[in-house]
């Protein structure tokens, strides 16, 4: 822990009274990991939606707003990275934009000295989840942000490239940060069809792989070129909610650790020199211990729903609403049990950075 | 860690996007001790209102409410204990009450299987801050409680005792005892002037001086007489936001954990058969810990705060706002910075709870 910068953070997402998601689950990865993390929750329900039930409400942009206008007259919005996650509307999503801006805005004249992570929730597997006019209202803040975390799908959507191989994934990392200048971008969650050729490049093979997830990312050089790495991790069979969330805070914690390594918190968006090849990246090596991390927690709550799932079919074996609500929650991410796997990542092997190799 | 047992704590009390009071501290320590948190908060401000300053709303009974009820619909109120704190009107505490009856009556079935803990925030040092009909309204929520936390005033504003001495506070106790049929009580920051005696007791001087501060618990026997403890601890010099909300929490964690080791989880209320003497209760037990925890905790926060002290009175010397703002921030608990001494609280000794002696 002693190695772990002090880190203030604001983080911009939703909250649940019940369970593991957006700034639920990010403000304890965080905290766990020693950062002060000050939360501005855009909605406050009871729990996620994937019960098929929750009550609670959306904050509007004006209390989103007057919370961070309070912060600023007690002088407690000296903040050194922000997170900033799911928004229900895109005039929440341009809130959030303002208040980054502002922030970043402020730190020009120390350069480095802010940070801001973005994901733009927008959806997932080929499906938008968030009304229409958010798409846009993420793509005009693209340009602020240091670091951003889509998904195949959003990656797709803001960059307007279909990705169906290795290449075209290149191409929409390529393009995102040529035409918005992002510094850092990781896709999170991917998996490619397997190639029809004959002879399918070693890489597109390895993401092929059904039980397979990869992250693939880059640091762009100093000509905005991409500087690619991945990271393959087995994939479970559970889909487990906030993994996301649990990704990006960990990110903003072990991310800002590998920057103070390489010695780029003076440096404009910790951009590593073109030298760094991309394996070698600060984003790589931070990124690394967040899936050891993960890991090791999720595969203690895949024990655990197993043996909910066994009850379950004996109890409920008929009633098929309460069988989804047990094994709901029973794939609700242990990570407070697991606080120490977070803190401490067990061995890297097998969570190591690999370049990417695309075919010409 | 593993041998504190796996917790679904409901806690219903303020937020704070910045620092540390009400859920905002409580959730953390008991998240680091473990337990698996279901929040509700009873306001949503920027920060707390010893700045001077401060943004954001209140929820409304009826918000408290439905999200109480999502989660009964997603089946996620099973919940083994709940913590109660801050609420910002008198309907409000009538509504946190039928949460906690609604929880306390269900349990009827399995004696031990919920215990409520709360914590009756009216005010402090003679002057109360809520509105004056919230001392009815939790006067009326006495009967259902497991443990109540009142400090010093708040004892005598829910006794009717006026409490001079440790004669009078013993009065109060057994009075909360016998009157609400209250199983645990704990007085905390108990400050109580010197006797005038020529021959003072024991135990008063110890409570009298100056840089001391004493809890008194006590857990009622069969026939709701009190079994008294205290534990004094050094007062440090500095007064710090959110320690009742950190003492509260922590006890959550400590006291289920003492209950088990005594083998009172099957027990209504977790109460200890009456040959058990009052330092030897779980409640004396478990508060230890807590005040262990805590010492070493905010002597921590002390040295920070005195290094900002020093630097302030250099840089700001004539500008009392940012003086104030700035050492305000600065007495916030340094809870996550010292995750450790909450997990492992360093040795007890120290930190012994003793028998109180009464002058009959």
């Known amino acids: 822990m002693a190695d772990l910068p002090e880190t203030h953070v604001l983080a911009i997402a939703s909250h649940v009274t019940s369970g593991y998601v957006g700034n639920t689950m990010a403000t304890f990865c965080m905290q766990t990991l020693g950062c002060e993390v000050s939360s501005i929750n855009t909605v406050n329900y009871s729990n996620h939606v994937g019960y098929g039930r929750f009550s609670g409400r959306k904050s509007s942009p004006e209390e989103v707003a007057e919370l961070y206008e309070g912060l600023k007259k007690a002088k407690l919005d000296n903040f050194d990275m922000m997170l900033s996650g799911y928004c229900p509307s895109a005039t929440l999503v341009e809130q959030v934009g303002k208040i980054a801006r502002e922030l970043k805005l402020r730190a020009t004249t120390s350069p480095g000295s802010f940070f801001w992570i973005l994901d733009p929730v927008m959806g997932d597997n080929g499906r938008i989840y968030v009304a229409e006019d958010t798409v846009p209202a993420y793509k005009s803040l693209l340009q602020d942000a240091d670091l951003i975390l889509p998904n195949q799908f959003e990656a797709e959507l803001l960059s307007g490239i279909k990705i169906s191989d290795v290449s075209t994934m290149a191409q929409a990392i390529s393009k995102l940060h040529e035409e918005y200048r992002l510094p850092h971008i990781i896709l999170t969650s991917v998996r490619l069809p397997p190639t029809t050729s004959n002879t399918p490049a070693a890489s597109d093979e390895d993401l092929a792989a059904d039980a397979k997830i990869s992250i693939i990312g880059s640091t762009a050089t100093s000509d905005m070129k991409p500087r690619l790495f991945r990271l393959t991790v087995p994939a479970l069979p559970v889909y487990f909610s ?12 072990r991310l800002r650790e590998a920057a103070q390594s390489a010695g780029l918190l003076q440096t404009p968006s910790w951009r590593s020199p073109d030298s760094v090849a991309g394996p070698d990246l ?6 690394e211990k967040v899936l050891a991390s993960m890991h090791a927690v999720l595969e203690d709550t895949m024990k655990h729903y197993e043996t909910v799932d066994k009850r379950v079919r004996e109890q409920h074996g008929n009633d098929e609403t309460q069988k989804h609500l047990t094994l709901t929650r029973a794939a609700e991410v242990r990570v407070v049990r697991n606080a120490r796997a977070l803190r401490e990542p067990a061995e890297l092997e097998g969570f190591q950075a690999r370049p990417m190799e695309i075919d010409a």
Chains 1, 2 share one sequence.
């Open 282 to 287: 600060p984003l790589a090596k931070a990124a």
């Open 242 to 253: 906030g993994t996301g969330d649990m990704f990006a805070s960990l990110m903003i914690a």
